[in-house]
């Protein structure tokens, strides 16, 4: 799987005023951020389509969220990851490969990918006589967000930070 980093520029007063919250209140600055993390997740999932098929749950829109904690016992940042396991192939796309018997009937029009159904033996791509059938472009629904967020991010910890500086008459 791939990692990813959310940069901002230009926060030097927000990191210490940040700074100045987590060490009178580690707490509330650890929560804080865990729920960004939930936010973040609930915002890709917004950009996911909400169903597919008849009776199937969207495994895709189950986030987990770990917190990297540093030796003293606070949290430094939250990981946050999809728990699909094919996950990396949505959302950075993946290579297409189907059998001779599927590759036969798209070539004369009787079959489409799109709502295809596979009934049969199943075969790897290393098996005979599988055919490459193509690349099957990516998502990219964590990266939009990831882009999206570079602005409203900053916005969000600033309204906390005022929020406990004001609480806290700091």
Do not use: C
């Not at 946050?80 to 950075?92: C, G, Q, R, Y």
């Not at 018997?101 to 799109?114: F, I, N, P, S, V």
């Not at 033996?121 to 570079?150: C, L, N």
Request: no cysteine; aromatic share 10%.
């Amino acid at each position: 799987m791939s990692d990813y980093e959310l940069t901002v520029d230009g926060l030097d007063d927000l990191i210490s005023d940040f700074n100045k919250i987590v060490k009178k209140y580690p707490d509330a600055a650890e929560k804080e951020l865990y729920r960004q993390g939930g936010k973040w997740s609930e915002d890709v999932n917004e950009k996911m389509p909400t169903s597919y098929g008849k009776g199937k749950e969207p495994t895709l829109k189950k986030w987990k969220r770990t917190r990297v904690r540093d030796f003293s016992g606070h949290t430094l940042e939250i990981d946050v990851s999809n728990k699909a396991p094919h996950w990396h192939l949505i959302e950075n796309g993946h290579e297409l490969y189907i059998t001779p018997e599927r590759y036969a009937a798209m070539q004369e029009g009787k079959l489409t990918l799109k709502g295809a159904r596979h009934k049969g033996k199943r075969r790897t791509k290393d098996s005979k006589g599988m055919i490459h059938a193509g690349f099957v472009p990516g998502k990219h629904y964590a990266e939009k967000t990831r882009k999206e967020w570079q602005s409203i991010y900053p916005e969000r910890i600033k309204k906390f930070i005022d929020k406990m500086l004001k609480d806290h008459n700091l």
